[in-house]
């Protein structure tokens, strides 16, 4: 089964930095894309990045530039660096693989996410 763990969230003042973690399990994770999402208070859970299993990336307009999404196959690892943090990056993040069928409401599978917490 597939089992989804993300870790590295916490309070940070606006401009600073944190990496997330996603540890995963139960599916063959070096040929799979993986994504990032995020959950701000009241709003809708919206994608931020993803990376295929070539190493492709895509961001969302409003993080392009400031996050970096990587993957350590030899680790089962999909890391979020995120730079430049502004208050309206505050969110519960997630990962999950399958984006496709994610985004397409096909798939409904998530982790406990980690809070991510920009503020004064």
């Known amino acids: 089964q597939v089992q989804l763990v993300e870790s590295g969230g916490g309070l940070v003042q606006p401009g600073g930095s944190l990496r997330l973690s996603c540890a995963a399990s139960?599916?063959?994770?070096?040929?799979?894309?993986m994504g990032w999402f995020r959950q701000a208070p009241e709003k809708q859970r919206e994608l931020v990045a993803t990376i295929t299993s070539g190493g492709s990336t895509n961001y969302a307009d409003s993080v392009k530039g400031r996050f970096t999404i990587s993957r350590d196959n030899a680790k089962n690892t999909v890391y979020l660096q995120m730079n430049s943090l502004k208050p309206e990056d505050t969110a519960v993040y997630y990962c999950?693989?399958?984006?496709?069928?994610?985004?397409?409401?096909?798939?409904?599978?998530w982790g406990q996410g980690t809070k991510v917490t920009v503020a004064s």
């Open positions: 999950n693989v399958g984006i496709y069928y994610v985004i397409m409401g096909r798939r409904n599978y």
């Open positions: 139960g599916f063959t994770f070096s040929t799979n894309a």
